[in-house]
């Protein structure tokens, strides 16, 4: 079953997967709202024995696949995910099916999962009499910061919860057709802050007759990073970044205020919330020292992307099985981005992997990121995509994480 037979598969539905992708890059969507990229799926997806569960706070939607053989124990579920949304930037491909909206591009390749999940529909809806169990395929909008994973579980698309769960992400500065994983922390969790520290403006001649926020802002600025290379050991990855700093009017007027808004990157539970607390324990001394009030507001993004590490050795094996032995990579590090299908692996086990889809032979460390206008996907290397997805669905419904 795991062989190259099931790649052939996914290639022989290369037109498929780039057409629908193609479809989705052109008309954008952003946040939990993306109905026409919904409607394209449906549609490339109608004819396949599928029951479809949608509604509530999203667009978001579940189609489930049953398979027909006969299980010998208790039948499994397993859970894909892809994700729909864009992001609000302009497009700077060329590409001839670039974005046709003003201020939105697929810059995060979630046209490319959400074209491969689809493809991995198709091949596995020709298998349903190869396998027991039911394959649930998540198709998530608002993945772009606005919690569509949460949103779904919610709303309880995800009922009764799968026993594993997988999910693709595409790197277009990864070599051709590579996969990599890791068991543990694979990607961050990111929260912001904002903090807004009060004082008392004046004239810019007479500071002693002010208390002056600029300074104490500047301070506090410097004192995070202090706080994360003394307050945290050097091995473990804490980010804290002030990515705005903003003051005043004009040239001779101390202000009555100033702000500052940042992330921070944590990689465990228990680093995040020891870095709120000494992000408002250092924030209210440095304030206080000074006479002035100091606010810190925190608002918590994506939790910690965690792989378990069965799942991870299960799409390992999977990996080289069907696209070679060459073909996976372990990553020797978290990377310190964030993921919403972390919320799905807080309640299933699972893993996410990495799919490099640099043009084939191109030195792809210099190829453009994710998030960049001029990002470029090497359409040849989706099927191993949809090949590596249906492949994880069928290995873990016949054997689980055995």
């Given amino acids: 079953m795991y062989t190259a037979d099931l790649l052939d598969s996914a290639r022989n539905l290369s037109s498929h997967i ?6 989705i890059h052109a008309e954008p969507e952003l946040g939990l709202q993306t109905p026409k990229t919904s409607a394209k799926v449906r549609a490339a997806l109608a004819d396949l024995p599928l029951t479809w569960r949608e509604g509530g706070a999203t667009t978001g939607m579940v189609a489930t696949l049953k398979g027909t053989q006969e299980a010998a124990g208790p039948t499994r579920r397993v859970l894909l995910r892809g994700d729909m949304d864009a992001l609000p930037m302009a ?3 060329g590409l001839e099916f670039a974005s046709t909206i003003e201020g939105r591009m697929h810059a995060c390749g979630h046209d490319t999962h959400t074209a491969m999940l689809a493809a991995a529909a198709e091949l596995l ?4 009499d190869e396998f027991a169990g039911e394959v649930q395929f998540m198709f998530q909008p608002g993945e772009e910061g606005y919690h569509g994973a949460r949103f779904m579980l919610d709303d309880g698309l995800i009922d009764p919860l799968p026993d594993a769960a997988f999910a693709l992400h595409i790197m277009p500065n990864a070599a051709h057709g590579v996969i990599a994983g890791k068991p543990g922390p694979l990607m961050a969790a990111a ?4 903090i807004r520290v009060t004082g008392q403006g004046g004239h810019a001649s007479m500071p002693h007759d002010t208390r002056d926020p600029v300074p104490v802002a500047a301070e506090i600025v410097t004192s995070l990073q202090s706080m994360v290379t003394r307050r945290f050991n050097a091995a473990d990855a804490v980010v804290v970044t002030v990515t705005q700093l903003d003051a ?3 040239h001779n007027v101390i202000p009555d205020f100033a702000t500052l808004s940042g992330t921070m990157r944590t990689l465990s539970h228990e680093h995040r919330a020891k870095v709120h607390a000494l992000m408002r324990e250092v924030t209210a001394g440095i304030a206080k020292a000074h006479g002035v009030e100091a606010e810190v507001t925190i608002t918590e993004g994506f939790p910690v992307t965690l792989c378990d590490p069965k799942a ?3 799409g390992q094996f999977v990996t080289r ?3 070679g032995s060459d073909a996976w990579r372990d990553l020797p590090a978290p990377i310190m981005g964030a993921e919403d299908f972390s919320y799905v692996l807080e309640k299933v086990p699972g893993a996410m992997f990495f799919l490099g889809v640099a043009p084939e032979g191109d030195d792809w460390s210099s190829c453009c990121g994710i998030h960049s206008p001029r990002m470029h996907v090497d359409e040849s290397a989706l ?4 090949a590596v997805l249906a492949g994880c669905a069928l290995r873990f419904l016949e054997r689980g994480f055995a």
């Fill in 383 to 386: 099927p191993y995509g949809t």
């Fill in 312 to 314: 991870v050795e299960l």
């Fill in 91 to 93: 497009e700077d491909t």
């Fill in 321 to 323: 099985e069907t696209l």
């Fill in 191 to 194: 929260d912001q802050f904002d």
């Fill in 18 to 23: 780039i057409s629908l992708r193609r479809a």
């Fill in 125 to 128: 809806s020709s298998k349903r």
């Fill in 248 to 250: 005043g009017t004009a």
